[in-house]
């Protein structure tokens, strides 16, 4: 049994019964005992292992869990029918330390719609369930299920009977997500007063639904009101709008350690891995922007905000990605400055001297006003088109195309040489073909196209891919890249780079005629 102390917090994690009982979710037993491993490194108190009595396969998941993982106590669920308990019993029976959950429903819709049993009928069926429960395992929660709905004199009722009948851990759910933070403190500061009666072996817990977006801060409350047992699901899954996350639980506690007084055992260097896994198995993808694990919760993009965590940390984060197993990053986007970008270099080994740091910047915002986010691959094909080429040479300044299935493709270049801006227009047997032609206008020279490849390297509709030459002038090859958003605006980019090595090469860098 795990007794609370006064400032001690138990995660009981119930990804695995009320998680796996999300639509769409489906376990199997060596799924279940992979999580269980998993939420046992990340050391929460107890862990759900499931609903025996719902079917043969989550018996055999919870009896494996029992088994084979040490650690937490390993619950098992089980409505007031004995044949509940019973099976419950079993499944848990090998644990190092078990325990039996039984609920019960108390507010009146619950009673008169769906048992069809009278309030005294229901106190019954808890006193002998929870006394069979007890009898058979040392260690016993109660539930009154919806009891934000029910008569809160009700609720103290059952859960003093629960508590006479062996049960030594009394859960408060908010089965519909219906409650707010203020209400819930008052019903669980009145259950934390009545029904322990100063008995400290008796755990308070609230077990909260996000039907309105409110089940963390709903548990919250109830530790600020003396709940020392949370129930939780890794990710938030459950039920509908799913369960308090444990993930955020966990971090809110030790983030405002200031403001909650309570410790927890987890490791929460194991969160991301948990986070991770339980998306694989249940196929319940994470929202980018979900606190604490989302792919975004420590990524920065603002400019402003990228120049504040590159000098400090904590200029614009309020826990160390470290710390539950993530790392910062800065997402190269429209909205990241020279900071970031100078950061995002030297990560990748990368010195720019001035001139081709600008111009590398400068093609990077260009690019990342059309992309949105540029990874490290396009940052590296940005790096190699403009320093790939002395700072004054020839520089593509417009591509227009036009024609297409019944017109001639015909493209039409502008570039700068020095100052003196060009304009050739060509046709083509294609729009790369005719952007080729006139662009050896544009230079003066001809050249031979002998190698052309195209490589995309990001998905979606306005992926980026990157263009390789290789051309031929005289006896001479050679190469180039582009990288743009369009392919044959990269391959025209490809293009200049080849035709401007090719001309240093045939007069030295602005001599000779064009
Ligand atoms: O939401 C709920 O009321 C439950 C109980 C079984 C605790 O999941
Ligand atoms: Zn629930």
């Given at each position: 049994m795990t007794t609370a102390t006064a400032d001690r917090l138990i995660i009981f994690d119930t990804s695995l019964r009320d998680g796996e009982q999300a639509p769409g979710i489906a376990l199997s037993p060596d799924d279940k005992v992979a999580v269980a491993a998993q939420l046992a490194r990340l050391k929460v108190d107890v862990i759900e292992a499931g609903f025996p009595a719902s079917s043969p396969g989550d018996f055999e998941a919870v009896h494996r869990i029992a088994t084979e993982v040490k650690g937490p106590i390993i619950a098992a669920l089980a409505r007031t029918h004995p044949d509940d308990i019973d099976r419950a019993a079993a499944a848990v029976a090998p644990a190092e330390r078990s325990r039996i959950h039984v609920f019960q429903s108390t507010s009146p819709i619950h009673m008169e719609q769906m048992l069809n049993m009278?309030?005294?009928?229901?106190?019954?069926?808890?006193?002998?369930?929870?006394?069979?429960?007890?009898?058979?395992?040392?260690?016993?929660?109660?539930?009154?299920?919806?009891?934000?709905?029910?008569?809160?004199?009700?609720?103290?009722?059952?859960?003093?009977?629960?508590?006479?009948?062996?049960?030594?851990?009394?859960?408060?759910?908010?089965?519909?997500?219906?409650?707010?933070?203020?209400?819930?403190?008052?019903?669980?500061?009145?259950?934390?007063?009545?029904?322990?009666?100063?008995?400290?072996?008796?755990?308070?817990?609230?077990?909260?639904?996000?039907?309105?977006?409110?089940?963390?801060?709903?548990?919250?409350?109830?530790?600020?009101?003396?709940?020392?047992?949370?129930?939780?699901?890794?990710?938030?899954?459950?039920?509908?709008?799913?369960?308090?996350?444990?993930?955020?639980?966990?971090?809110?506690?030790?983030?405002?350690?200031?403001?909650?007084?309570?410790?927890?055992?987890?490791?929460?260097?194991?969160?991301?891995?948990?986070?991770?896994?339980?998306?694989?198995?249940?196929?319940?993808?994470?929202?980018?922007?979900?606190?604490?694990?989302?792919?975004?919760?420590?990524?920065?993009?603002a400019g402003i905000h990228q120049h504040g965590v590159l000098k400090s940390r904590q200029t614009y984060e309020i826990m160390d990605p470290a710390d539950v197993g993530q790392h910062s990053s800065l997402v190269l986007g429209k909205h990241s400055g020279r900071a970031a970008f100078s950061d995002a270099l030297s990560k990748m080994g990368v010195r720019l001297e001035d001139v081709d740091f600008q111009r590398a910047f400068d093609r990077f915002k260009e690019l990342a006003d059309r992309k949105g986010e540029i990874s490290e691959e396009g940052l590296k094909a940005i790096i190699e088109e403009e320093t790939g080429i002395a700072a004054d040479v020839v520089k593509l300044v417009g591509l227009h195309l036009r024609g297409g299935d019944q017109e001639p493709p015909v493209a039409t270049v502008r570039v700068t040489r020095g100052d003196e801006p060009i304009e050739t227009s060509a046709e083509g047997d294609g729009m790369v073909n005719a952007a080729f032609v006139a662009l050896q206008d544009a230079f003066g020279f001809p050249a031979t196209l002998l190698d052309y490849r195209v490589v995309p390297f990001t998905s979606g509709a306005d992926a980026m891919a990157e263009v390789s030459v290789i051309i031929q002038t005289g006896p001479t090859t050679y190469s180039g890249r582009g990288v743009s958003t369009d392919v044959v605006e990269g391959s025209a980019r490809a293009f200049v780079a080849a035709l401007n090595k090719a001309m240093i090469d045939r007069n030295g860098a602005l001599g000779g005629d064009r």
């Open positions: 009278t309030p005294d009928e229901v106190l019954t069926s808890i006193a002998d369930s929870v006394a069979r429960a007890r009898g058979l395992c040392e260690d016993v929660e109660f539930s009154p299920q919806d009891a934000t709905r029910s008569d809160p004199d009700f609720v103290i009722e059952a859960c003093k009977v629960a508590v006479a009948a062996g049960a030594t851990t009394i859960n408060i759910p908010d089965t519909v997500g219906y409650t707010m933070p203020d209400e819930f403190a008052a019903l669980i500061g009145r259950v934390a007063e009545e029904v322990r009666e100063g008995r400290d072996d008796i755990v308070i817990s609230t077990h909260c639904h996000n039907d309105l977006g409110m089940a963390v801060a709903n548990s919250l409350a109830a530790i600020a009101a003396g709940a020392r047992q949370i129930e939780c699901a890794v990710n938030g899954i459950g039920e509908r709008a799913g369960n308090t996350s444990t993930e955020e639980i966990i971090m809110a506690v030790k983030t405002r350690h200031d403001h909650y007084p309570v410790t927890v055992a987890a490791d929460t260097t194991q969160i991301f891995e948990t986070s991770r896994l339980v998306s694989r198995l249940t196929g319940y993808p994470v929202q980018y922007n979900k606190a604490v694990v989302g792919r975004n919760a420590f990524a920065h993009e």
